[in-house]
């Protein structure tokens, strides 16, 4: 089958500050693309925080200090077909060159930025497996190509749209799987200065912020307002069957993959910025498996409450924080008849300096 030709990468043309707007990355019919901190608040609230620190967290190892871990599980089902990915060495720039950077001045030191991803496939496994090994690739290749780090934010939503049209296309060009599979995607990149989340599907990142549980993304459902008048003014239908569904076949509206249902489902991301702060505990990845059954208060609370006591007491059977709460998540998704694969990344924020060592 001939691939369709990729989306119309975003125009950077218009320079400005790092308060340009964003740009529009929506697909035809949408009334929303950006997924700016400010709509992902119209879900939650508390996501709402003002910035009140002024030094680069770089400066203080902050970003070097991060730990994470990563735990998936077939669960239920009877084949796994989720992927996770994790690129420690993502990007090596300054935090100038990120954008976001809240020092005064910046501090003009190489920053290793870090990318982690879920992948949540349906149908089948093979669209999962491929974007866990080329969305990092190639989004790290557009973004290097777009020369507009006046407008930063611009700068990212126009790698993650063209990054994940690509990998669409590859999931075609390179016969990865057939047209009725597709894999879902959540993914962050994490600076000194910025968390920067991009979705496509409902896998969910959110991130723990003292006792705020602030959620990242927001779902894709058929359902939701916005994607509803979209899919039907394509002349495509939401049917509700064993949950609304689109053409009554798929239960999410943005996938990579999926080809039988354009083009009502879309590769589109949503992309959102959050400045990190002292307060940040941490960000954790899952795919539906987790968030089916359990909130974000309750993921999140569990999170920082273990984190705090292996931070106390130390490592358990060698393993980090991070990846202990990662594997209790799993766990206790499971022991929550979660119906379906299970997959949880958790990146532990706070500085190894600032731990308490085990007495």
């Not at 707007?21 to 997924?35: C, I, K, L, R, Y």
């Not at 003002?50 to 239920?76: D, F, M, N």
């Not at 939503?157 to 879902?184: C, K, L, Q, Y």
């Amino acid at each position: 089958m001939e691939s369709d030709p990729p989306p119309d990468p975003v125009d950077l043309g218009r320079t400005g500050t790092e308060d340009c707007p964003a740009a529009d990355t929506s697909a035809p019919g949408s009334e929303s693309a950006s997924g700016s901190v400010e709509e992902v608040a119209k879900t939650n609230p508390a996501s709402v925080v003002p910035e009140s620190r002024k030094r680069c967290l770089w400066r203080r190892g902050g970003a070097a200090a991060v730990t994470w871990g990563s735990s998936s599980t077939v669960g239920r089902r009877k084949e796994m077909e989720d992927a996770v990915a994790v690129a420690p060495g993502f990007l090596d720039v300054t935090c100038e060159q990120v954008g976001g950077c809240s020092a005064l001045p910046a501090s003009g030191e190489i920053s290793t930025v870090r990318f982690f991803g879920v992948y949540d496939g349906h149908g089948g496994s093979q669209v999962a497996n491929f974007c866990a090994k080329r969305v990092h690739e190639v989004v790290a290749e557009e973004w290097d190509k777009i020369q507009s780090p006046e407008c930063w934010k611009r700068r990212w939503e126009a790698a993650f749209h063209n990054g994940f049209g690509r990998v669409d296309n590859e999931v075609i060009d390179e016969a990865v799987a057939p047209d009725m599979v597709g894999s879902t995607a959540v993914v962050v990149v994490l600076s000194g200065c910025q968390i920067i989340a991009s979705n496509c599907g409902d896998s969910r990142a959110i991130l723990c912020r003292g006792s705020q549980r602030i959620q990242l993304t927001i779902d894709h459902k058929p359902d939701r307002e916005d994607e509803l008048m979209r899919i039907e003014s394509l002349g495509g239908r939401v049917i509700n069957w064993q949950g609304p569904r689109v053409s009554g076949f798929l239960s999410v509206s943005r996938s990579i993959g999926d080809r039988f249902l354009r083009p009502w489902v879309i590769p589109v991301p949503e992309v959102s910025f959050m400045p990190r702060n002292e307060g940040d505990d941490c960000l954790i990845l899952a795919s539906d498996g987790l968030w089916d059954v359990m909130s974000i208060e309750e993921v999140g609370d569990v999170a920082c409450r273990l984190l705090r006591w292996h931070r106390r007491n130390g490592l358990v059977d060698g393993a980090s924080p991070a990846q202990a709460v990662a594997n209790h998540l799993t766990e206790l998704a499971y022991q929550k008849n979660s119906s379906d694969n299970i997959s949880v990344v958790v990146v532990d924020l706070k500085s190894r300096s600032r731990r308490r060592p085990r007495q």
